[in-house]
Every structure is written in structure tokens, then in C-alpha cells.
């Protein structure tokens, strides 16, 4: 799945995809984060990602889901 890269705010990587929904995640598997530093490095913001994630229950509330994101690769190069 495509999407933009918006922002890194309070906890949460704003992504926006094709159809115009945003879509917030909690977590991204360290290894992604390691190639990709969207905490830190601002050049990733508007750049297009194929993002691979998973929706994990929270198992401190199994009515709340998490959605983590494990792969991305940059195609705005």
C-alpha cells in the first residue's frame, strides 16, 4: 500500500494514503525505523512510502487495536 509521509507528532507517524485518509501509527518495527528516522529527520515529510503493517491487539485492552507499521520502502528518491 502507497502513502505520503505527514508528520511525527506526540507518539503517532501520520501517513495520508491514495484515497486521502489519514491514517496514524503507533509503532514501526525498529528495523524500518532504523532505515527510515521519521522521528528526527524532516526530509521524509511529503515523500511516498509502500508501507507494509499489521493491526495488533492491545493486550491490555482487547477492544483497542494498534496498527504497526513492519516494511516500508521510499519511492520518492
Same mark, same amino acid.
Given at each position: 500500500?502507497?502513502?505520503? @509521509?505527514?508528520?511525527?507528532?506526540?507518539?503517532?507517524?501520520?501517513?495520508? @494514503?491514495?484515497?486521502?485518509?489519514?491514517?496514524? @501509527?503507533?509503532?514501526?518495527?525498529?528495523?524500518?525505523?532504523?532505515? @527510515?528516522?521519521?522521528?528526527?529527520?524532516?526530509?521524509? &515529510?511529503?515523500?511516498?512510502?509502500?508501507?507494509?503493517?499489521?493491526?495488533?491487539?492491545?493486550?491490555?485492552?482487547?477492544?483497542?487495536?494498534?496498527?504497526? &507499521?513492519?516494511?516500508?520502502?521510499?519511492?520518492?528518491?
Amino acid at each position: 500500500m502507497e502513502a505520503v @509521509f505527514k508528520s511525527y507528532k506526540n507518539g503517532y507517524y501520520t501517513f495520508m @494514503f491514495e484515497k486521502g485518509e489519514d491514517m496514524a @501509527f503507533e509503532e514501526i518495527h525498529p528495523r524500518a525505523l532504523k532505515q @527510515f528516522d521519521l522521528k528526527n529527520d524532516k526530509s521524509f &515529510i511529503d515523500k511516498t512510502f509502500k508501507i507494509t503493517y499489521v493491526e495488533v491487539a492491545d493486550p491490555a485492552d482487547d477492544d483497542i487495536v494498534i496498527y504497526r &507499521i513492519e516494511n516500508l520502502k521510499l519511492l520518492d528518491v
